[in-house]
């Protein structure tokens, strides 16, 4: 056997480890469990993950081009931390193109991806019962509400602004806003009442609901961030 022959195997065994720590990583970073603004020490997650610095490495820049981690001169690589200004933002971005989305499902949407989704919300209520409505993790793609949403709108531009540019940033904010507090419930139901609405054919009622409930998270996250305030505001005086 030759050399070449030695080599070539290692390149898609590099990969395959580099999605694995990649999408464990990108868990983390959406269950808080490496906090924004968390400074990136290779050594450590190796460690933690139990990978080399080469695959690691490679799972890294993927998570920079999925703008979870962020590289900055002299500082380094920190997982994302956006300002409230920033957050704010993309919640108004996401209440329009997500009505719009949620309007299109309702035309374009197939009666088996409608009842597909609507078996999805049945396995998302037993999750939340399970951590007894404290918190409302939702997987990455087609285990995510709001991406079978976009996905159904059958619009590719909608697609590639809601399901890879802001995709990862807003499953970690809307996640972590919605742990201990009473918000997932709710979330659950007017999930509920949306997907009713684009089996209904009703696409005005679809991206009203849609809108509405985007708005309603975005409300629970200002009202999280100036309790926060407040609470610093306390300590420090």
Not at 94 to 115: F, P, T, Y
Not at 195 to 214: C, F, G, S
């Amino acid at each position: 056997m030759s050399d070449k022959d030695n080599i070539l195997p290692l390149e898609p065994i590099t990969r395959t480890l580099a999605d694995r720590v990649c999408q464990q990583i990108v868990t983390a970073i959406v269950k808080g469990e490496l906090p924004a603004g968390y400074k990136i020490s290779e050594p450590e997650l190796a460690r933690m993950y139990g990978i080399s610095r080469g695959p690691l490495r490679e799972a890294i820049r993927r998570l920079e081009g999925l703008r979870l981690i962020e590289r900055k001169a002299h500082v380094g690589a920190r997982v994302v931390k956006l300002t409230a200004h920033e957050l704010i933002e993309i919640y108004h971005v996401r209440e329009a193109l997500e009505g719009m989305a949620c309007r299109l499902a309702a035309q374009n949407m197939s009666d088996r991806e409608i009842a597909s989704l609507k078996g999805l919300l049945d396995q998302h209520e037993l999750s939340v019962e399970e951590e007894s409505w404290s918190s409302y993790f939702q997987k990455e793609g087609d285990l995510d509400f709001h991406y079978r949403i976009v996905q159904g709108s059958k619009n590719a531009k909608l697609l590639e602004l809601l399901g890879a540019d802001l995709y990862h940033l807003v499953r970690m904010y809307r996640y972590q806003f919605s742990v201990s507090s009473s918000r997932p419930k709710r979330a659950l139901k007017e999930h509920r009442q949306i997907i009713d609405a684009i089996e209904a054919r009703d696409p005005e009622l679809a991206e009203l609901l849609m809108r509405r409930h985007i708005s309603a998270a975005r409300r629970n996250i200002e009202n999280k961030l100036n309790q926060e305030s407040e609470t610093k505001g306390e300590k420090n005086g």
